[in-house]
């Protein structure tokens, strides 16, 4: 009798916790439109990143590119931009678009003191 | 006898496991939008998206893919809403350029006669989950708008930008002074420029500096299209003087200080001047 307690104890249990995933993961979820850059779908992403190695075309400041892809990843490193030129080819991104990533990648990694010591 | 105890342990149960549900799905690990699509952004983010559309645009004078990504923000007014970005930034030293790019673009679209309409379809549900973002990257599900490749734009031909339509201001022109105007119907003691060209086509983008006793400072015309393309303002301090010119050598107008106006019970207050300048 006690072992068919412990069983019906433990399986409240079970229900008093799906009911609670639920509400947190199903009900209560966050504001839709407060969605932040590093949620953004890969591909917007890659725009994204492509759009601060246009501007930084025009601008040819690293620092500033640098604070600009930091809303994307913290701290922010030339990978981010390796990997957009990977996703762009994939995308098929036209020529002058990968060269700007290229571009903006290169100057990163040129860009020594606080990118190196990133992993 | 035991068949007849209190089934309050249940109940005990369920809100155990409530209890540890709510905590682990609302703290420990709280649902993460992933994959979401611009117009999900909040307010902040989507003001730094419509920054970099405008520095590309900038950068690559391509207005059919600025629009393009203009429209994943789903605005209710593309214009407005760039503008608006404009004015705030221009507050900041450290954000000027920025504003003048939203500026440029959102002068650019006003003058192609282009009235961009949100695409509803544009918008990308998000998924909600406690994984962390990314982790299921597919790229073959990546969608075309935020990957625009000039072969396969499919914007109607009305659509297609004009380059001759960008009024470029031109840096060496003379702009001089054909109208000094004292103001008084103004909230603030306000600057008002208007600038021209010889056609009399209002000139946006045009850089006004403006100098004083112990400082300057410069702004653009055009950040304000609801009132003019060509209209820029600036707020005096009262008892200042200043001295103004528009473009790099144009005719620099001196001894700008807010005049002394009175109300209609006799009150007095600061107006301000209207310069018109143009080319001869």
């Not at chain 2, 299921?136 to 075309?144: K, N």
Request: net charge negative; hydrophobic share 40%.
């Amino acid at each position: 009798m006690r072992s068919r307690r412990v069983f019906w104890f433990l399986v409240s249990i079970a229900l008093g916790a799906a009911l609670g995933l639920i509400y947190g993961w199903v009900i209560h979820q966050p504001d839709y439109q407060d969605a932040a850059l590093t949620s953004l779908r890969k591909d917007y992403q890659v725009d994204l990143i492509l759009m601060v190695a246009q501007a930084y075309q025009e601008e040819q400041d690293p620092s500033l590119a640098l604070r600009r892809l930091g809303n994307l990843q913290d701290p922010p490193t030339a990978r981010l931009v390796q990997q957009a030129i990977i996703d762009a080819q994939t995308l098929g991104y036209p020529r002058s678009d990968i060269e700007s990533l290229a571009q903006l990648a290169q100057a990163l990694q040129s860009y020594a003191p606080p990118l190196g010591s990133q992993p | 006898m035991n068949e007849n105890r209190s089934p309050l342990y249940l109940l005990t149960g369920l809100i155990l496991g409530i209890v540890a549900g709510l905590v682990f799905s609302l703290v420990i690990s709280p649902a993460v939008y992933v994959d979401t699509a611009p117009s999900a952004l909040s307010a902040t983010d989507q003001d730094i998206y419509r920054s970099l559309i405008a520095l590309a645009y900038s950068s690559d004078g391509n207005l059919e893919r600025a629009l393009q990504r203009l429209q994943l923000l789903q605005d209710a007014d593309i214009r407005q809403a760039l503008a608006e970005q404009a004015q705030r930034l221009m507050a900041d030293p450290l954000t000027r350029r920025e504003a003048r790019a939203l500026a440029e673009l959102s002068v650019a679209i006003q003058q192609t006669g282009i009235n961009p309409v949100v695409n509803p379809s544009a918008a990308v549900s998000p998924t909600a989950g406690s994984v962390t973002p990314f982790a299921t990257l597919d790229l073959a599900a990546a969608v075309s708008t935020a990957t625009p490749v000039p072969p396969t734009a499919t914007l109607p031909p009305t659509m297609t930008p004009r380059p001759t339509f960008t009024r470029q201001p031109t840096l060496n022109a003379p702009y001089i002074l054909v109208n000094r105007e004292e103001i008084c119907n103004v909230d603030v003691p306000l600057i008002q420029v208007w600038v021209t060209d010889a056609s009399g086509e209002q000139m946006p983008g045009m850089r006004v500096d403006i100098f004083w006793a112990d400082g300057s400072d410069f702004f653009y015309t055009g950040l304000y299209p609801q009132v003019g393309l060509g209209y820029a303002d600036f707020e005096m301090t009262p008892e200042v003087s200043y001295s103004l010119r528009v473009g790099e050598s144009g005719q620099v107008v001196e001894d700008l200080t807010a005049p002394e106006c009175t109300d209609s019970n006799g009150s007095p207050y600061w107006g301000g001047w209207k310069l018109e300048f143009s080319q001869p």
